[in-house]
């Protein structure tokens, strides 16, 4: 994006508000945006060419900057309203469509997470969460719910498809974990994948690993199972079991926000205008008890069922309360 505005490169996406038909809204725009990462300090040195290029300003962009998301959207906050929406809007469809590409392609970058699972539902319908007086663009909220398991029918189903095709080796199969966690062993179905001495997993709960396991690894923490039988009530237990808890058992330290390991949740996106609600949700983040819960993510998520897009930041279901007690406290003091 940046080297978009910067006219080092084609931006793949024509920016918000302007029109292919007519290119100057597209450079208005362009020097526009140029002005404001000047503004911010994201463009330094910035000079004011002469000649040809009269007028036009050109500068650098560091390169920790150039990958910085966070840092991008902070400064964002500083600009006038107009065309923080524009920028951010911008951004936001420029992932949409990198992500998009590089899932085909099978070459996806992890900086912003794709959300994935067997079915991505909305839950309800979205929640408008705030209005922009200026512009009158909202925020909403979007809770999803995703159900990442498989069932033991579709996991068979891949083991013989495997084998049908005459892809499959001996060590392919249902194996069960040698050691207990909480009680419970975990059932989990590898095969060797295309890199040979690999071999991908596939667990009830949560689907097929990215990581994928080495023959000695597999062998170490499970062992194979010869009844077929055996497996598939050990594999349709933790289905069954995993739907609404996490792998943590019912002691867990976060309760019922917990999602490790747990098939069905929900997800929390804010969409749409998120600008003006920025600081309230870096807030209620900074306040999460875990780690991984404090920073801030952009999540891209797709519904399975009728496809609709939306590139968000998501909240942790723990702080979800906590950013709508502040927006309607934001909005208050509005009025
Ligand atoms: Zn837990």
Redesign the pocket.
């Known amino acids: 994006m940046y080297r978009g505005i910067m006219e080092q490169e084609k931006l793949p996406v024509v920016p918000p508000g302007c029109s292919t038909d007519d290119p100057e809204t597209i450079k208005e725009f362009l020097t526009k945006a140029r002005a404001a990462l000047i503004a911010v300090g994201i463009v330094r040195d910035s000079v004011l060419a002469n000649g040809k290029d009269s007028g036009k300003l050109s500068g650098r962009i560091i390169d920790s900057d150039m990958h910085d998301v966070g840092r991008f959207l902070n400064r964002l906050l500083g600009l006038p309203p107009d065309i923080q929406n524009r920028l951010f809007e911008l951004f936001t469809s420029i992932l949409d469509v990198l992500v998009h590409n590089a899932r085909i392609e099978g070459t996806f970058d992890s900086g912003i997470v794709d959300m994935k699972a067997n079915s991505v539902e909305l839950l309800t319908t979205p929640k408008t969460v705030h209005v922009d007086q200026m512009s009158g663009a909202s925020t909403m909220l979007f809770t999803f719910t995703l159900d990442r398991g498989i069932t033991w029918e579709s996991a068979s189903s891949m083991l013989e498809g495997k084998r049908r095709d005459g892809l499959g080796s001996a060590s392919d199969g249902f194996y069960e974990s040698k050691r207990e966690w909480l009680g419970r062993r975990h059932f989990i179905l590898a095969f060797e994948s295309t890199a040979s001495g690999l071999f991908k997993t596939v667990r009830p709960a949560v689907g097929e690993s990215i990581r994928e396991m080495s023959l000695s690894e597999l062998k170490t923490k499970y062992r194979k199972l010869s009844s077929l039988e055996k497996a598939r009530t050990g594999w349709e237990d933790e289905y069954e079991v995993s739907s609404k808890q996490?792998?943590?058992?019912r002691k867990?330290?976060?309760g019922e926000y917990?999602t490790?390991?747990r098939r069905i949740q929900e997800v929390n996106v804010v969409g749409g205008l998120i600008l003006p609600i920025w600081g309230t949700i870096e807030k209620a983040l900074s306040k999460q008890a875990r780690q991984s819960h404090k920073r801030i993510r952009v999540i891209r998520i797709e519904t399975t069922t009728d496809n609709q897009r939306i590139v968000g930041l998501s909240i942790p279901n723990a702080a979800v309360e906590t950013v709508l007690q502040d927006l309607a406290w934001v909005q208050e003091i509005d009025d």
Do not use: A, E, I, P
């Open positions: 996490c792998m943590h058992g867990c330290k976060l917990c490790v390991g």
